[in-house]
């Protein structure tokens, strides 16, 4: 395995963007991202174990009951957790970018972190989603709405392979994920199944040893 340049464009196949919505106020922060696959992907997921989960995170369990997705969008600023119409907005969310890209909603994952209890203004949101210029090169923009990236080629049955991530949180980060959300593309061709068996395995020596604060996240 050897470490290069990237993050989840680093895997073919995947473009990225990021935009600010005004969910954030300060202007020169982005706070709306997308990372978007060509093709429909087989997809994985670990979950906080918080008895109390944000909507975001019940609506991309729902939109993986089939193993695959499309597209993440995700947002900083407001976790639209323990929030007034929490699932109708990470529904929202979710549509906005199904429009953007013309792919079926059930296929669009959606994840947030921020400001737990305050409603999330959706409206800035689909009013700023059809302006994410998506980017093999977005790598570092993307980045920067989620704050750290990395990539890895590696090698199978002779074919170079390429796997990328970006991850964001740096508080209440417990035991059981918390709230540090983490993305990661492939284009190496394996089965749902596996990939979860996989996440899980690595989730847990990984992940799920790290405490910063005592506190586990509802996202």
């Given at each position: 395995m ?5 993050g989840?464009?680093?895997?073919s196949?995947?473009?990225?963007g990021?935009?600010?919505s ?5 202007k020169?922060?982005?706070?709306l991202?997308?990372i ?11 979950y906080t174990?918080?008895q109390v989960?944000?909507?975001p995170?019940q ?7 089939d193993?695959?997705?499309?597209a993440?969008?995700?947002n ?19 549509e906005?970018?199904?429009?953007y ?5 059930d296929?669009?994952?959606?994840a ?20 994410i ?10 980045a ?6 990395a990539?890895?080629?590696?090698e199978?049955?002779?074919v ?11 508080g ?5 994920m918390?709230?540090?959300l ?5 284009d ?21 040893r790290?405490?910063v ?6 996202n």
């Amino acid at each position: 395995m050897k470490v290069i340049q990237g993050g989840v464009c680093a895997a073919s196949g995947f473009t990225a963007g990021a935009v600010h919505s005004g969910i954030r106020k300060a202007k020169d922060r982005d706070d709306l991202a997308l990372i978007v696959s060509s093709s429909p992907c087989q997809a994985a997921a670990v979950y906080t174990r918080n008895q109390v989960k944000a909507d975001p995170l019940q609506v991309t369990r729902d939109h993986l009951s089939d193993h695959t997705a499309r597209a993440v969008i995700v947002n900083s600023g407001n976790a639209n957790a323990c929030a007034m119409n929490g699932h109708v907005n990470a529904v929202r969310q979710c549509e906005a970018a199904a429009r953007y890209l013309g792919v079926d909603v059930d296929d669009v994952l959606v994840a947030s972190t921020g400001v737990i209890g305050q409603e999330l203004p959706i409206a800035c949101i689909e009013q700023v989603v059809d302006q994410i210029a998506l980017s093999a090169d977005n790598d570092v923009r993307c980045a920067r709405a989620k704050e750290k990236m990395a990539a890895v080629s590696f090698e199978i049955g002779g074919v170079t392979c390429h796997l990328g991530g970006i991850a964001k949180g740096s508080g209440m980060i417990h035991p059981n994920m918390g709230t540090m959300l983490a993305f990661i593309t492939t284009d190496c061709a394996v089965s749902a199944q596996l990939l979860q068996k996989l996440l899980y395995r690595n989730t847990q020596i990984t992940f799920n040893r790290v405490s910063v604060d005592g506190d586990t996240s509802t996202n």
